[in-house]
T-cell receptor, first 110, second 116 residues
Framework: GDSVTQMEGPVTLSEEAFLTINCTYT??????LFWYVQYPGEGLQLLLK?????DKGSNKGFEATYRKETTSFHLEKGSVQVSDSAVYFC?????????FGTGTSLTVIP | DTGVSQDPRHKITKRGQNVTFRCDPI?????LYWYRQTLGQGPEFLTY????????KSRLLSDRFSAERPKGSFSTLEIQRTEQGDSAMYLC??????????????FGPGTRLTVL
């Protein structure tokens, strides 16, 4: 079945630092790829998505590119803010089921 | 607020008791999903409905778990004879069945279950 492996955390960065959270996937067929974010005490929110190879999803300064050749969908942000502190989940969707990674906790310190 | 809502947000129960959770999806969404999330893990798929039909169930969904969506709108998830291992966050999500965005699920805030 499908699976997602993402970078283990926790990750602690200073404000304005560059962020990369690695995500690789295995999937049958051609999945859509997602990053979801979970702020403390809140539900999962869609951050960005890409539906086919070489697509780049972007939102709120975050970006991720669907790399079929490396089966990866790494999340990047050029300059993180304290408000970006949250848990980030990479996910694939083939058909009707989502497969999530274990999540990467990010803490940004002023 | 037209997002996915779940009730209750928190539930504490004693082992052996039955509990029921409710999910109200985004009104125009035909598909509804239940997930379980334990501490430090990503959500794990439990089951999904298209309208009132339950189309897929994970093997994680033991016979103590039952989900319904009788009128194709809200859904309930019942756990009978709860066990301490059932303690988790139960998440509901919805998506449209046709048109743009069918591959994207929108999540509710979750119901946190604690079994003592």
């Amino acid at each position: 079945g499908d699976s997602v492996t993402q970078m283990e955390g926790p990750v602690t960065l200073s404000e304005e630092a560059f962020l990369t959270i690695n995500c690789t996937y295995t999937a049958t067929g051609y999945p859509s790829l997602f990053w979801y974010v979970q702020y403390p005490g809140e539900g999962l929110q869609l951050l960005l998505k890409a539906t086919k190879a070489d697509d780049k999803g972007s939102n709120k300064g975050f970006e991720a590119t669907y790399r079929k050749e490396t089966t990866s969908f790494h999340l990047e942000k050029g300059s993180v803010q304290v408000s970006d502190s949250a848990v980030y989940f990479c996910a694939t969707n083939t058909g009707n089921q989502f497969y999530f990674g274990t999540g990467t906790s990010l803490t940004v310190i002023p | 607020d037209t997002g996915v809502s779940q009730d209750p947000r928190h539930k504490i129960t004693k082992r052996g008791q039955n509990v029921t959770f409710r999910c109200d999806p985004i009104s125009e969404h035909n598909r509804l999903y239940w997930y379980r999330q334990t501490l430090g893990q990503g959500p794990e798929f439990l089951t999904y409905f298209q309208n009132e039909a339950q189309l897929e169930k994970s093997r994680l969904l033991s016979d103590r778990f039952s989900a319904e969506r009788p009128k194709g709108s809200f859904s309930t998830l019942e756990i009978q004879r709860t066990e301490q291992g059932d303690s988790a966050m139960y998440l509901c999500a919805s998506s449209p069945a046709v048109g743009m965005g069918t591959d994207t699920q929108y999540f509710g805030p979750g119901t946190r279950l604690t079994v003592l």
